[in-house]
């Protein structure tokens, strides 16, 4: 078994595939790692998403056995998210690009509209539970604004969209609110929630389903960099 730093190692030979991967091992204290040789790295998250990055498939089905039961994971390979999709019956697997800012520099921001903090409100919670379309639960909520941090975007001193953290670290939960649209608010939280990222020395990444193509293009107007591949996510 590798040890955490060479697992680190090992998945930076190829950055912008196991860039997520990369961030739980230095980032998440809770993180274990299930199997890390040269030929993969497998690993689960302070939430228990497990992570599965493979370089030789030969070693495909000694990996999956050693997971004794999964709710939500993400590989880098299909046919290893489709046997993990199967043997655990969960029956939900999408395709994502990953992207991710590949520049030490902060993106520079439009200081004529306003974002802040999210402090842990009522209303903050609420707001989030109405709008935020793949939906989380309250305690994942209260999670997200109080360990991860979330931003909000204000108009005139109204909450009008915001922008999170999910568990394995990626930049998500974005929303803008119906009203406010067009203003140009929804790239600028994706650069402010880059600038935090960074920040707290983080690589700032995300991934984004495939066919939600006004989010693929957003990503790539602000500047972020793309693996040549999909990620998948199962669960």
Known sequence: MLTKSEAISLLSKDFA???????VLKRDKNAVIIYAEDSGVALKNCDGIVLI???????????????KSVKVAMCTDYETAKQIDGKFEINHLKGCYQAFWNK???????????????ACTDYNIK????????????????????KYGMLGAYVEG???????FHSELSMGMLEVFPRYRRMGLGSELLKRDINYCLDMGGVPFCHIIQDNFKSHDMCLKVGLTFYNDYVYWVG
């Open 53 to 67: 990055s493979l370089n030789d498939f030969s070693v495909r089905n000694k990996v999956i056995s050693l997971l």
């Open 104 to 118: 030490r520099e902060k993106i520079p921001e439009n200081p004529r509209i306003t974002i802040d903090k999210m």
């Open 127 to 146: 707001a989030v539970l109405e709008n935020y379309r793949l939906g989380c639960d309250y305690d994942g909520v209260v999670k997200a604004i109080t």
């Open 17 to 23: 595939k196991n860039v997520g991967m990369i961030e």
């Open 158 to 164: 109204n909450l009008a969209g915001f922008i999170g």
